[in-house]
């Protein structure tokens, strides 16, 4: 059996992580991502990593990592470096980014955004999710409907999953 530090440490070393981390452009920097990363993946639970692994979602979870360290405005990095650093996230060249992966995301959104929009404009489900962009988060769309929010977010990952499932 594998432990957390032994996955990470074959992770670390991996070739889909250095390609993740080509999305920046400034190496030093890129190396400062893959520290904070590894850093806060080394505080989470042995069990935690080790279900990831398991489920082979443990990548997935660390390239949304690395993207949201780095373009995150509240990110560890930014934070450290200071406001006036964020410019230093330059994307790398297209030719290094796996580029089918982004266009079969960018053609499930467009398929979603279809969906969406062929939903009536009366549609509940549809005026609740409108609303909730409106509004910017379910806590501020609850006192203005005087619905509890934990109902609300329950109404709109509902009606997510149904644009999913149509797609």
Same mark, same amino acid.
């Given at each position: 059996?594998?432990? =957390? ?22 190496? *030093?920097?890129?190396?400062?991502? =893959? ?17 990831? +692994? ?9 390239? $949304?990592? #690395?993207?949201?360290?780095?373009? $995150?405005?509240? $990110? ?20 290094? #980014?796996? #580029? ?26 549809? +005026? ?5 962009? =409106? ?7 609850? =006192? ?21 499932? *149509?797609?």
């Amino acid at each position: 059996m594998q432990t =957390k530090n032994k996955i990470l440490a074959e992770i670390y070393t991996s070739k889909e992580l250095h390609t993740c981390l080509l999305l920046v452009k400034n190496e *030093s920097i890129r190396e400062d991502i =893959k520290q904070e990363i590894f850093l806060t993946l080394l505080q989470k639970q042995e069990d935690f990593i080790i279900e990831l +692994q398991n489920k082979g979602k443990l990548k997935a979870y660390i390239s $949304s990592c #690395i993207f949201n360290e780095a373009y $995150s405005p509240r $990110s560890t990095l930014r934070k450290k470096l200071g406001k006036e650093s964020v410019l230093f996230i330059d994307a790398a060249p297209l030719e290094k #980014i796996l #580029i089918d992966e982004i266009i079969e995301a960018n053609k499930e959104h467009d398929k979603a955004i279809e969906v969406f929009l062929s939903i009536p404009k009366n549609n509940i489900y549809k +005026q609740i999710f409108l609303s909730l962009c =409106k509004y910017g988060s379910y806590r501020k769309l609850s =006192k203005a409907m005087d619905i509890p929010h934990t109902t609300l977010r329950d109404i709109v990952e509902n009606f997510k999953k149904q644009i999913k499932s *149509s797609i």
